[in-house]
């Protein structure tokens, strides 16, 4: 379905898919902690957006349920109780530069490339106009790995942990036109609680390594030389 | 049927009592090849009747084993010599025992042999066994390669049946039975303890083979060691004279046949024991440690005569 | 269950193998109880299974029954024939002499640490294990046993656990008996896969293309052989045997080891269709290698229970030549010859475990009486121990193949077998035979060399250390299990063509030819052949020797008025002989040691301490080890140490290898 | 319970309960009920009891309750025909499941309350981590009984990725530096693990969306399973691999594998017990049902075993490297997970194998596994608890200190190495078999693992148990009834597979492949 044949509203689901997308790459190379979590807020806002004009375009009434609930996840509480915790932590200017940002930037490129050329088989078949977002979701989804692999502080893993999701919802809504209520319901009350337990364990870590670079957390390894047993 | 066993009985007496002539020959012609008169041919038998009737000494140390050894040597030495054609060939106590039976026979005497030396605990006994067994596992192999070669031949381990083979087919020249020829007797002048690989008249202490292990014997039990030496010298006298040569012996057990077959024999037995003598003259003993290489060289003899057997005479 | 009165008794030792098992693990702390019950449970268990072999081979047929035990789509068969019959007889006999000898054995660990339970409970199961071996009809259950057998004697060698050695070998053992389990299954899978089933009526039927079967051969011989202690797979034999306590020594040389000789025939001759001529060569070669250095490494040894475990390897290379012979001769269709070199080989198996039994046990006594097992510090010990010195002359005399002792029959049926090599079409095989039968003939000297070596030291001579010296004769019934296989050992001597007749069964039933001729000039005389061929009368030439050394002592008591006198040893008058001066076990087998010295690798230390003494030490191992053993260990090693690199501790690369995981598996579908 | 001389009138009729299928009565949902709220109401009981004693016992209870709840379910499906409705599906599949994870649920309750209590004494954590850790063991229960039961897809992420938020807390629960890390690895990579699964959910929803046309039921498996021939296979080949890799890292597979050993090692021995005997299963539980969706859409394509060569792959990787890594082991719980992640190999492989011998070896083998593996890290806690720390090189001489203890490791061991006559050696012998009919030249890799796996853990046990024990080392206060039960079964199934469970497994095998065994 060419971009012409859509109406507006459903140019505005892809432009708003697109910048989400954009947000990932922001996410990735943005070195100072909070700023990276307002743009996971941002992020996950456009979700929310890209749920409710899906809703909107498609006429689904229960993806207004869903963008309310995307919207108070992902871009309030799950934000709010990130900055709080690096508050708390005392983390709020904390910056943190990636080794080869230009490197990690191309490999995200690469990823979203990636992404397209799996997808493509796929979206070919496809009838809705939301069909091409799955590419999106998914290179949301994989640089959202990648933000995890290559930082190393923990509260940017678990952004990076939360990208995914928003990957994952992003991929829900344009794929699916959502999930069954209760499966929903499900992963958001999952996400919720993982995030509650990252709090806490932001604070088990600190206590036991005093610092929050999972770098350091390597003790529990087989590289270390081992005597001849037996 | 009694008679054949009388005869057998006969044969194996015969075995005995001519066993320390052969020895007391090969001594002559020794002497005479070194220019001395040396001791009567008959000399064998009067050591052994004196040794019989000396008095015996038992050392402390010595266990029961040690004075039953003597019989035992001397039984199944003369056991295997009873069931070798002699004078004639199809004898009962022929079929008692095949050639490997003999071998077997002849191992346990030295199975005994080597432990009676040990039996005392002193040095030279242990060290005598020690070597008898090193130089009997290498004999052995070769002895019985010799063996298979003839019993391939008759398609039989049966002594009786490889001579009528050999009598049958008539004299035909077969390079397996001269390798085999060569091996037997390599063999025989080990297992015996002649030179070059023991010294039987020589008591240094560290040459001994033989002698080591019967150092500590004594009268009667000396005299059946010496004897059953004697036998087992004369046991492979026959066996390379009746193998190789079996012309003469008895095919039948009427007088005539047993007398041509005894006289066959003694003379066989008499040129063979002439060559040993110039043999043991000629050559001298060899180190230790060169016996091997001797053995193996009996070992290889007899291989090559089995290999040339199935290469050559048995054909595509 | 079963009509068959066989099947029921071999049922009968079954139970009461797991009888005496469940007594001993119930007892728990009453050591009394493993004495006086779970020791005779034993022997009644293997005097069962020695009924129930006696009554297969002679009354001949098989039969079959099925339990309710195993996989749904697949109960346990068990079947009884001639061959099983004549391996439950095997087992049997070695096992009711442990009835015997145990109770006076195990009481030395009653004041040990190491629990009782255990060696009675895995007593029992070890033999439950052997008896299933032998009677099972499906590769499962076959399996089964199998492995419960090599389990339960593993425990059995790790009972005295507490020397580090022990754990070592006990290590070793399982380990290999792990992998020659894994490959006898796949052994069988490859039958199977033929058979369309894993009883073994299915692979019977089956017929496989040369190939399969050729590799179902290997596997067989691999995992068969590799429980047989068969060069080079035999490094852990010489290792467990010995650390085991002596009456399991005597089941595990003697009765185990069978176990996989019976595997092996069951394999090979009965399931795996035809026989193929270049099996027989490998066997011939293998056995050869085994017998030889089997002996040589028995014969360096000082350790004597190690000596006898290593002589066990030369033995069993003895029957895997006969057995190489039988499959040679059945592969050109001389089937009589089979039968012929096969009668060896079972002869050959019967002997092995009654004089190999014989000889552990009195090792068994010697170590129960000295707490000694180093040859280096016994002697004359047959004056301390007149017992178990005369029966184990016998077991000696046996062993070193010496007429009129068992030991010589079979050795001399394998020379029979390998001389009728002539009859053999292909020129090649006629004269590798020969080869073969050479270094039998080497290994039969050298075997005899080791024994004159182990009993001159041990029994003859004069005691080398104290304990020795305050040796005691043993309790009635260790000497009574002693007896009994010595009188066995003399008995299958002297009586070849009976013991013949009762094998013969097993030849019919597999190669479908007996040796209708080995008694048919009378029972005196033994013809494998023909009379003209070859004949051996055991009873007239022991009847020969017993008459005249008879006379000759007869003789010499009436004539000698005056008995022996006792003197001092004269030894070429040199000073009074210490028991120091004595001839050692090291330096006894120095002149072999010399000649073979190829084959070991020798390590030569002599050293003069500061008090002056000269001190010699020498170290010999097996240069398999370094060429076979090594580079596999080292192979793994290495290889777990890359691995272990997956690990790295950091959380970032653990989630790098799922990204990448990930992107390569969406890559292989995309491209798919 | 049937034994083998059961009249065969009514292992018929128990074959034919339980291969049709029709709905449930309300006394019939009221087994499945009981068995998922006892764990939901104890959880939030145990989290409100404050007594430490009391709550062990409660703990118990609950878990015994469970049990009854499953049996109760077990006999009904069994005599009845599989269940469905309510968003649950209970077939012979997933019902022997449930028996076992109710079974090794109570077994380990039965250990975990004189260990914990024993722990608490001993000041390694407070009563309040108590109270966190009975109430987080509950949940952990239902989670992967609802995992089990469920009929949709979604619910099942759900559920697992509850099980990991259940578990989390306790891998950290005793708080030092180590705990710490353990569970901050396994919750990174579980739940990066996870959120793949979810996308492979996705896109298996999209997937079903042009099929089924209610979309409620789009993720309800039975609906999808029987509509799979229709699906897209482009799009299931993609959502296969996100779950493969998703679920996979729960499994355990190599390369996803790397916090399972810290979790075990890491955790309060219970826990490790649970994880590898259950959590293991359960997510190799989703991996299958999932591969049979896939492998309906593939049919009819020119890669219908894309999906089983994968997990054969995955299995073989597994299986390999974890036996190397047995080698170089310090930890003695780390070295039994990886001989988890081994057995997980083994059983992915069976599973990608397909083939009905393969799959009723690999589902014996999920059942021998877990009861073998749970029975060895009861004794494992035992045995650190005498020695005193986990490191290998300083357990020695568990047999002379403590036979019982002793005993049971190296029987255990012994059976998880696959001798007979225990019933892993069944299930290896089953799975060597159907390799050989299918993979013959794969058999010779099979057992160079198991050659080198069994080496690894041996040469590790043999110093532990044999040899003298250390100066002062003392006997503790141990319940081996659990290892005993546990042990017993595992001797009894490699003795003789019931005729009942047999008949259950096999129904099992054709809900899998489609054909029986038997």
Redesign the interface.
Known sequence: MSLTAMTLLQQFVLLLAALALFLSFVLLAQPRLVAAIHVFAWQGGLVAAVTLTVAMAGDASHLYFSALLTFGLKALLIPWMLHRLTRRLGLARHTETLTRPALVIMAAVVLVIFSYWVVVPMVAQGLAFTRNIIAVSLAVVLIGLLMMVFRQQAVAQVLGFMSMENGLFLAAVSATAGMPLVVELGVAFDVLVAMVLFGVFFFQIRESIDSLDVDRLNRLTETNEVEGAS | MISAWLIALLQALLCAALAPLLVGWVRKVKARLQNRRGAPVLQPYSDLRKLL?K???????????F?IAP??V???T??AA?TVPLIALDLPTA????I??LV??L??A??FL??A???????????G???E??V??????A???AV?TL??TA????LV?VMEHHLADGFVLRPSYLFAFGALILVALAECGRIPVDNPST?L?LTMIHEAMI??YT??HLA?MEWAAQIKLLLYGVLVANLFFPWGIGAAFGPLALGIGLAAVVVKLGVLGAALAVGETVLAKMR??RV?AFLNLA?LL??LG??SH??LE?G? | MSASPALSLAFLAVVLGLGSSAISLLAGRQPRVLRLLAMPLVGLCGLAALGAGVLALTQGGSVSATLPLGLPWMPWHVRLDALSGLFLMVIGLVTSVLGLYGPAYVRSFEYGRDSLVALGGFTGLFLVGMLLVVLADDAFLFMVAWELMSLSSYFLVAFQHENAANRRAAFLYLLMAHIGGLTILLGFGVLAAFGGGFDFDAMRAATLSPGWASVAFALAFVGFGMKAGLVPMHAWLPEAHPVAPSHISALMSGVMLKVAVYGFIRVVLDLNGEVQWFWGVVLLAVGSVSALMGVLFALMQTDLKRLLAYSSVENLGIIFIALGLALLFQATEHSMLAALALVAALYHVINHALFKGLLFLGAGAILHSTHERDLEQMGGLLRRMPWTGYFFLIGCLSISALPPFNGFVSEWLTFQAALQAWQLESGVLRSLIPIASAVLALTGALVAATFVKVYGVAFLGQARSRHVRRARVVPFGMRAGQGVLALLCVLLGVLPTQVIHLIDPVATELLGTGMPQAGASGWLWLTPISAETASYSAPLSILALALIAGLAIWWFKRRTVRGVRRCDPWDCGFAAPTPRMQYTATAFAQPVRRVFGLLFEIEEDRTTGEDGVQRYRLRLTDRLWGLVYAPVARGVESASRRVVRLQSGNVRVYLGWTLATLLVLLWIISGA | MGTPGRPRGSLERLERGLCPSYAGGAPRMSALMLTLLAPLIGGVALILTRAPGPAGWLNLGVSALTFGGAIWLALSVGLQGSLEGAGFRVDAFNVYLVVLTAFVGMTTSIFSRPYMRHVCASGRISTGSLRIYHGMYQAFMLTMLVALTTDNLGVLWVAVEGATLATVLLVSLYRTPEAVEAAWKYFILCGVGIALALFGTVLTYFASQHVVQDPDAGLTWSVLYANAHALDPTVMRIAFVFLLVGYGTKVGLVPMHQWLPDAHSEGPTPMSAVLSGLLLNVALYAVVRLKMLVDGSLAETATPHLAGSLLMGFGLVSFVVAGLFLHRQRDIKRMFSYSSIEHMGLMTFAFGLGGPLATFGALLHMLVHSLTKSAIFVTVGHATHIAGTQAIDRIRGLIRTQPAVGWSLLIGVTAIAGFPPFGVFTSEFLLLTATMQSYPWLTVVLLSGLVVAFAGLFRHLHPMVYGTAPEGQQPVQANMLPVLLHLGLVLWLGLAIPSFLAAWLDSATQLITGSHLL
């Open positions: 009737f008095e015996t000494r038992v050392a402390h140390t010595a266990s029961p084993l004075r019989y035992i001397f039984v199944a003369w056991l009873a079929r008692i025992a095949d490997i039976v077997g026979l191992a346990l030295r199975f080597a432990l030396g040990m039996d005392v605990g002193t040095a030279f006994g242990g060290m066994a020690s070597r067994m090193m009997s596992a290498l004999a052995e192999p002895m019985l390669m298979f019993a391939m398609h039989s381990t049966s049946s008591h202490e150092l500590e009268g009667r059946l230790l440690f091997p070992l007899g291989l089995l290999l199935v290469i048995v595509a």
